[in-house]
Structure formats: C-alpha cells, structure tokens
C-alpha cells in the first residue's frame, strides 16, 4: 500500500486495530479490561453525568429551534428535489431505524423494573412508583432520542446532499476545520463515530442475544449457559454478514416490512386482549404528565434524594442514543433527502415518539395493571432479568407459545437487520463515505462487532454491555455540540446567499 | 483626521508627556485641541480643578500655533465625553492607554470602553506603537505599518476616508472571514473577495507607500491582533459595529483589539 493509499485507510486501519486490541484484551484478560472500562465508566459518571443530561435538553432545544426558525424552510437537499419516499413510506423506515431491538426488550421490562426499583424517595409497588414508572418509561423512549438522532441526521443530509460532499460526520466539520477535515482532525472525528457505533450497536445486539437466549430457554428449557447465547451471536453473525456481503438488500426490506407489520400485530393483538380503556387512560394520563413535567425531568438527577437512579437509567439510555446516532443518523439522513429541516424535525419529533409511547402503554402499562391486579412475579422476574419479563408477560395472554415465537423472530429479525445496516454504515464511514464498499470490510466490521457483543456479555453480561454504551458515547457527545456549532454555521450562510446582494 | 480633536484629561494627567502626546498630534495634522475634563460628583478632591492645565500647558500649546480650548463636564464621564465630542464638532477623540504596572497592553478602564461604545465621532486610542517620540521630533507617515481590518461590509467602509489621511505609510489591508461550509462556495466566496480586496487596493494605492492585502478565516479579533503583531503594525484601522447579542457578557471584537493589542486603535463608528 502506498502512502495515499495508507493515508485514505488510516481510519479503517485505526479503529479496526484499536477494537481488535479490545477484543484480544477481552479473550486474554477480561479482568483487565473489566477494570479498565469500569474505571473508565465510573469516572465518567461521577463527573459528567450532568453532562449528558444537559446535552440531550439542549439537542431537543436546538432541533426545535432549527424546525421553527428560519432555517425551517432549507430543503435537505438541492432547492428542486422532491422526498424519495412516501411520506407514510418514509415514517415506517423512522420506526422501524428508531425502534429495532430495544423497544421489544425494555418495552415490558422497564416499567416493571422502575416499579420494584423506583428511586430511594419513592416506594416501590405503590401507585406512585408506577406513575414514574410509566412516566420515565416515556421520557427515555421520547423526543430526547429523537432530538440526538436529528442533530446527526439533519448535520449529514445538509452536508453531503445540499453541499455535495462525502457521507461522513468527518464531513460536517468543513465550516471549522475547511480542509483538515481531509487530515487527522477529520479523520479523528471519523473514527470516533466508528467506535460509538460499534459499541452502541454491540450494546443492541448483546441485548437482543441475552433476550433470544432467554426465549428459547423460557419456551424450549434450553440451557441457560452463556455459551448459548455466544451461539446465537454467531448464528445471526452468520446471516447477517450474508445478507451484507451479498447485497440482498430487498430480502432485508421485506423481512422488515413484515418485521413491522408483526410488531404492530403484536402490539393490536395485546391491547385488543387487554383492557382497552385502562391502557388508553393509561397513555393519556402518562402523556400528560411526561409533557407536563418534561423540563424537570430532561434536568433531574435527584442530587439529594440518590442520584444513582439517574445515572443508571437516565445517562445509560442518553449515552445509548448518542452511541447509537451515527448509525440511525446516517441512515436516517438518507432516506429523508428533499425533505425540508421543519417537514424534518417536527415529523421526527412527534410520530416516532408517540407510537413509542403507545407500545409502552400497550406492552409496560398492561404489565403494570397486570402486576396491579395480583399476577404477582411478573415485576419480580423483571427484576431479576429484565430479558424475560417479555416471555413470562405473554404467558397471561392466550396462545402464549405462538406469541413467544413471533417475539422471538420479530427479535431475530431486528438483530439482523440492525447488524446488517450497522456493517454497512460501519464499512461506508471508514472507506470515505462511499457508496460501494469493499467485502473485506464488511467482512471485518461484522465480525467485530459481533465479537465486541460476545467479549462484554462474557466480561459481565448486561453491566458490561451498559457501561460500554456509556464509555464509547461520550467522546462522541463532544462532536454533537461541535455538529450543532458547524450546522449553525452552515444554515446561517444560507441566510447570507439568501439576502440581495451587496 | 485630527484636526480638531478632543482629549479627555484627569487629575492626574501629566501635564509634560499630555504635550508631548499633542505635539505629535499636531504632525498628524491637528490644529485645534479641546482639553476637556469631566468633575465625578461625590469626590472628597474632586472640585480642585485643573487650573495647571489652563494656565501653563494652554499657553505652552498656543505657542506651538495650537488653537486650544478647555471645557469641563460632569456626569457620567464617557456619556459627558461622547456628548462634548458630538456638540463640539471634533474630528476624533483620543484617548491614551494608561500604564498600569507597566503594562500597556492591559484591559482599559470601564470608561474608555464606554467611550468607545457611546462615542458617535472617530476615537483613536493610544497603546504602545506608535512611540511618541522623546525627544520632540514627529511620527513620520512613511514609517508607520496601518493595518485596515475590513469584513468587506458596510460598516467597514467608513474608516476609509480617515485612513487615506494616513499618507505614504505602508497599507496592511486584512479581510477576516468565517469559513464557507463547503469547498466549492469556500473556493468561489474566497474568489469573490480576493476580487474586492483587489479593488480596494486599487483604489488605496494612491495613497500609500505600499499596499498589501490578505484574507484570513477565523475569530476577527484573534486574527487582528495576531496580524498586527506579526507585521509589527502601529495603528490598526477599523469601523466599528453594532454589538451583538453575544457581544454584552463577551465583548465586542473592537473592545477585544483595543484592550489586547499593541498597535493603537482608530475606531471609526
């Protein structure tokens, strides 16, 4: 390889080596690695948790201060380009980019969890630890993600389809670093999106095996062994990295299309066999509070009352969403070309979150009514694993094996999907943002990231999983803020073009 | 430029250097100087006057062919000077950079800031180049580096008059811009202002020695003060424009160069 050659790989070739050296660390000494991520992890929230409390409220507030003002108008593309896709075309691929594997696992657990572990200032089991249950269940499934995956999107598309350059985050920093963006800086900002992604998404995938795992186990009484879970990994490995190398880019389209369509049979299936006007009152009530409480809480880490809660749930989930934002931001980017920033953020910030809100009413809140009403052991179990408080909660309906299994494919598929398209963003960011990638690559970044999934499960399960999201998120946070100043200054150079001239 | 200017004097002027400052002033062109000072209500000294400045230097000045007048206000002192400016019909306000520990490069006082943000007329305000000379003699045009610090926009326009006065120096003229957010509109904006750089370099050439032009990207004030450093300028030229939202709790990119720079200042508003 010649020196060009080396220098237009140098993100390929850095970030591959450093996560290569993270995964020998994990087979050879875990224990190393424990500490040394753990260390890193607690450092970070016991000085920045705030932080990432503050930077999630301000993405909201300056997306929508982007949708309303001015720059509403700018067209996410060039002035004479119409949308790609069909504006309901469009709000499917939102959903099914936003929702993926998460919202199955936490959808039932994480109301129960905050019901038995509500923070120290509340008692757990009683009415008011379910309000917050459900209410914080809301918050972290809100506009917050939303707003963090907006800022990457909007900051792509304005600069790769408006201003015509290369699809990288490295690219939306021209306005500060103009030419070094081709340098180390760029390339610096680059790899830092390469590392968040990988960890967010390996974050996703170790979930969604841990879940699968626990299905199978659940349904079939197979072995609990981890190996079981390694197992599934390298099985979904394999599909995944088929589906990626070989392009079967429609297959992919059409087991998500029914991926969806099953998703929302599921979530039609459990509200019309629940209490229909408990839930809706349910959705209602907590809609309300969540909106009316929505500055205190994007700001509340209960300084005096146990931060630890906060930390735990709240900066988890930020930092998820900040590590998650490269990959869904660029792919959002993509399929939301012609439309204009206002059409953008305000459709952004309002559908996906309210059918988020509805699956958890549907899903957390007949949970909940159901632990209310004397099913005693469904909030226990989520206690103890949150993975099978989804299995255990389908027991209470009828047909619970058929639904079990369509919980376990809607999974499956979810985790190739999101594997799939997370190999490709992976191969695209560190091959400069084109369109056709090499196999090698994808070769490399499905097996990594799959390896990644494998190492934290083995070093710690769930915890590790959680802790890495939260480590490789941060640096990432600081590009965030340093999107916003570039966008800022981009748009506001619209403006310039805009006036008559001199 | 200078023709007739006002300065503002205190109690603790030094009557002998305030000379020396006038007399070179007088090369640059003044011919009438309004010596005025401004009474601070609630001073236990503050009524003494300044009967030194009305009877020996006056009398000195008017020996070297100075019209001099002296006035006294009170109030607010930099609203009472920008007022006094305005009514007098001065040319320019100058204001000399005190030495503080032997700094001079060191933040003004709130009232020379104040000055510089409420005065309608020209200010020039005095740090350490150009020297005043000791022994007398005058600051020769030809010898003195001007930077003019031009955004291009209507606001730095202004100053031009009043720098072409500056006969025979050597003409710095430095555009600083943000970057364009992408390299074609980089590569055309960049076009566009070498072109009116050049034009404006046509149209000073005349006037000066020499006349050099650049465009820099960055934080204007950053890139003047460093600019004027690198160059070893003496007087930096500039307009002066309404401050931002962001200018209050950061200070303006003028307050920013006249408190950090070197070179002095002629800010045009």
């Known amino acids: 390889m010649n020196v060009s050659g080396f220098k237009q790989e140098l993100v390929f070739i850095i970030s591959s080596v450093v996560i290569l050296f993270f995964i020998l660390l994990g087979v050879f000494s875990p224990a190393v690695l424990d500490y040394l991520s753990s260390g890193v992890h607690s450092f970070i929230l016991d000085n920045f948790s705030w932080l990432y409390l503050i930077s999630a409220f301000f993405f909201l507030i300056f997306s929508l201060g982007l949708a309303l003002s001015k720059f509403g108008t700018i067209k996410l593309g060039r002035d004479n380009e119409k949308p790609q896709y069909s504006f309901f075309g469009w709000l499917a691929m939102l959903f099914a980019a936003g929702m993926g594997i998460g919202l199955i696992f936490w959808g039932v657990s994480e109301p129960l969890v905050h019901f038995i572990s509500p923070p120290p200032f509340l008692s757990a089991g009683t009415p008011a630890a379910a309000d917050f249950a459900m209410t914080y269940s809301f918050f972290h499934w809100g506009v917050h993600p939303w707003a963090i995956y907006t800022i990457v999107s909007i900051s792509i598309a304005y600069f790769s389809f408006r201003r015509g350059m290369p699809t990288l985050i490295s690219s939306c920093f021209y306005p500060l670093f103009g030419e070094r963006i081709y340098g180390i800086s760029g390339k610096l900002v680059d790899i830092l999106a390469v590392f968040a992604t990988i960890f967010g998404t390996a974050t996703s995938l170790g979930l969604g095996a841990l879940q699968i795992h626990s299905g199978l186990s659940h349904l079939y009484g197979i072995s609990s062994a981890i190996s079981v879970t390694v197992g599934i990994i390298i099985i979904a490995t394999a599909l995944f990295m088929a589906s990626a190398i070989i392009g079967v880019e429609k297959g992919i389209q059409t087991l998500s299309k029914i991926n969806i369509t099953l998703a929302v049979c599921l979530l039609a299936f459990i509200l019309f066999l629940g209490s229909i006007p408990e839930i809706l009152n349910l959705f209602s009530s907590t809609l309300g509070s969540y909106t009316n409480n929505i500055i205190d809480i994007s700001l509340q880490s209960y300084p005096f009352q146990g931060e630890s809660w906060s930390r735990e749930w709240t900066v988890f989930y930020w930092a998820w969403w900040i590590s998650w934002s490269p990959f869904v931001g660029i792919f959002i980017a993509q399929i939301s070309r012609g439309r204009t920033i206002r059409e953008f953020v305000l459709t952004v910030l309002t559908i996906p979150p309210l059918f988020t809100f509805f699956w958890f009413s549907v899903f957390g809140g007949s949970a909940l009514l159901l632990e209310r009403g004397g099913a005693a052991g469904l909030a226990q179990v989520a206690g103890e694993d949150a993975s099978l408080a989804l299995f255990v909660f389908l027991e209470h309906y009828p047909f619970p094996a058929l639904l079990s299994v369509i919980a376990l494919f809607l999974l499956m598929v979810f985790f190739i999907t999101s594997a799939d398209s997370a190999t490709v963003v992976l191969s695209s960011l560190t091959s400069g943002g084109g369109a056709f990638v090499k196999v090698y690559k994808k070769m490399v970044w499905g097996l990594f990231l799959s390896a990644v999934a494998i190492i934290l499960l083995l070093t710690g399960g769930l915890t590790s999983l959680q802790i890495m999201a939260v480590t490789a998120a941060f640096p990432f946070l600081f590009v965030m803020f340093l999107l916003c100043y570039n966008l800022y200054i981009g748009l506001s150079q619209e403006m310039v073009f805009k006036k008559p001239e001199k | ?269």
């Open chain 2, 1 to 269: 430029m200078f023709e007739k200017t006002l300065i503002p004097v205190a109690n603790c002027e030094d009557g002998k250097e305030l000379k020396r400052v006038i007399i070179t002033l007088k090369d640059l062109g003044m011919n009438s100087v309004i010596l005025f000072h401004v009474q601070e209500g609630g001073l236990l000294f503050g009524k003494k006057g300044l009967s030194w400045l009305k009877c020996s230097l006056k009398e000195d000045l008017e020996k070297e062919g100075l019209e001099v007048e002296t006035l006294t206000g009170n109030g607010h002192t930099a609203t009472a000077i920008a007022e006094t400016a305005l009514f007098e019909n001065v040319y320019a306000v100058y204001l000399k950079a005190r030495k503080k520990w032997n700094v001079e490069t060191l933040f003004l006082g709130s009232v020379s800031r104040d000055i510089l943000r409420l005065t309608d007329v020209p200010t020039f305000v005095h740090k350490i180049r150009p020297q005043i000379p000791v022994d007398g003699g005058a600051i020769r045009h030809r010898e003195l580096v001007i930077v003019y610090a031009t955004d291009l926009e209507k606001a730095s326009y202004r100053p031009l008059p009043y720098l072409k006065e500056f006969k025979g120096a050597k003409c710095y003229i430095l555009h600083i811009r943000k970057r364009r957010a992408d390299p074609l509109s980089e590569r055309m904006w960049k076009e566009r202002v070498e072109e009116e750089l050049s034009k404006l370099e046509e149209e000073l050439r005349p006037d000066f020695g020499e006349v050099i032009s650049e465009q820099r990207v960055g934080d204007p004030a950053t890139e003047v003060l460093h600019t004027s450093e690198r160059i070893n300028a003496d007087i930096i030229v500039m307009g002066r424009k309404e401050p931002s939202f962001f200018s209050a709790p950061m200070g303006s990119t003028a307050e920013r160069i006249v408190n950090e720079s070197a070179a002095s200042i002629f800010l045009v508003p």
